[in-house]
DNA sequence: CCAATAATTAGACAGAGTCCAATTCCTAGA
DNA sequence: TCTAGGAATTGGACTCTGTCTAATTATTGG
């Protein structure tokens, strides 16, 4: 018996969760979510692209833009910094930190839970933290 | 009475930081180093070529470009990935991490030593780490 | 001084992301 | 059901960062 059963995205889901973050649900929204979401991916702009119009064209590059940064801005996706030619969208929002693998790319996801990160300095009193953004780049030991 | 003399770099102390780096002082290149390291500021290649060639032009696009990877590789500098339009080069290459204000694109130094990360996760076998880079994105509070 | 090598260069090129005006879609009300 | 108007989408031009290449120029050791 399960305690927590995995959460399954369909794509019957995505028009309740756009809901839920205050975004009308479209034919686009639901499949760049529905991209994003039923993989749990890091995934570029024109990964999205790819995969949303595999089959058949039907969402524009504007639309792929528009619509991830709608997304972001309603805090339903988050957005990786780590590679400089291009930016990864993440479906997990919840917090954790990033193990970059820079030969490959490779993202893969590391629950902040478990990490303590000690010593920061005080903020100026005008300032606030938007977010910690961890990063352990990793590189295949060579030979 | 000072213990530690603030280092100061000048022009004609570039080309031997460059050959202690194994790097063939040229013309392009110390002006290219003494735009970082006599402001010990984190600059874009934009910046390094503008400033360059604030008072009359002498190096190009492509050799701003080839020098500050070659920096990079000779371990001289550091680069520094939060903004995902462009790339920022740092000549302060001791341990440190950055606070970057999202708005303003300001970059300000955190010393590592006053920093402890810790439960971070065992790498594989066959990994290696390359670099930890811990970025604090604040903004300033509104109203 | 000369030949070989190293460095620089202009400018073409590529890829990520933005912008805009025109079109299409959706929905609330009549 | 029809329609007006706001919302969303679109193609394509455009900008910006960074790469590449073949030609030129600078440096160096003999
Ligand atoms: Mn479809
Ligand atoms: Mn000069
Ligand atoms: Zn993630
Ligand atoms: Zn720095």
Redesign the pocket.
């Known amino acids: 018996m399960e305690s927590h059963a995995v959460m399954h995205y369909r794509r019957d889901n995505m028009a309740d969760l756009l809901r839920s973050h205050d975004?009308?649900p479209?034919?686009?929204?639901i499949e760049i979510a529905y991209a994003l979401f039923s993989r749990q991916a890091h995934l570029?702009?024109?990964q999205v692209m790819m995969i949303v119009n595999d089959r058949h064209?039907?969402?524009?590059?504007?639309?792929?833009?528009?619509?991830l940064?709608?997304f972001l801005e309603k805090g339903m996706i988050r957005e990786v910094i780590v590679d400089?030619?291009?930016?990864f969208y993440d479906p997990n929002i919840s917090p954790h930190h990033h193990l970059y693998e820079v030969d490959s790319g490779e993202l893969t996801d590391i629950d902040a839970h478990q990490v303590r990160i000690e010593g920061l300095p005080e903020l100026p009193e005008n300032m606030e933290t938007e977010g910690i953004d961890l990063i352990i780049r990793v590189r295949r030991k060579k030979a």
């Open positions: 975004i009308n479209t034919h686009q929204r570029s702009a024109d064209a039907e969402t524009s590059k504007a639309t792929v833009y528009n619509t940064k709608l400089p030619s291009k930016v």
